[in-house]
């Protein structure tokens, strides 16, 4: 089977939110009309911890937001990515660095290098998915 067959990625997708608690959410905005707020706002009110990244701001979605993932003062575990393509294999060494074991490209989101990257260093990779319509389509809630 493909890594990149789609019932591959649907295991996947339910073994990541299953067993993450925490989203370390790359590229988050504090403007609620875009959907690098709404899904993290999402998650959080389904009971998932957010972590927002981004460099210009200082909280989003009620949580401390890092500059980096360098800056997060404690272990990354599933990184939740909102930038462009292009920028996936910077952010996809930046997750590997921090330690992340897991890196999700939201819908719309394609890298082969990231997913190079993310591969290799043995992580859990999902890419052009949606964390709130992958949620809803399994029911999964953090325990």
């Not at 493909?2 to 299953?18: A, G, H, Q």
């Not at 989203?23 to 389904?46: D, F, Q, R, W, Y």
């Not at 800056?71 to 292009?86: A, K």
Request: proline share 8%; glycine share 6%.
């Amino acid at each position: 089977m493909s890594s990149r067959d789609p019932r591959t990625t649907d295991e996947i997708v339910e073994k990541i939110l299953s067993t993450y608690d925490t989203i370390t959410v790359v590229g988050a905005s504090a403007n609620p009309a875009k959907p690098a707020n709404e899904v993290p706002a999402h998650m959080k009110h389904l009971g998932w911890r957010i972590i927002p990244v981004n460099p210009t701001a200082d909280e989003i979605v009620g949580e401390k937001a890092y500059r980096s993932l360098a800056d997060i003062p404690e272990q990354v575990g599933l990184v939740d990515v909102f930038r462009p393509g292009p920028e996936c294999a910077e952010v996809a060494r930046a997750a590997v660095a921090a330690g992340a074991t897991a890196l999700w490209l939201q819908l719309g989101i394609t890298s082969p290098e990231a997913r190079r990257i993310a591969e290799d260093a043995g992580l859990l990779y999902v890419e052009d998915r949606c964390l709130i319509i992958e949620q809803r389509r399994t029911g999964i809630v953090p325990a």
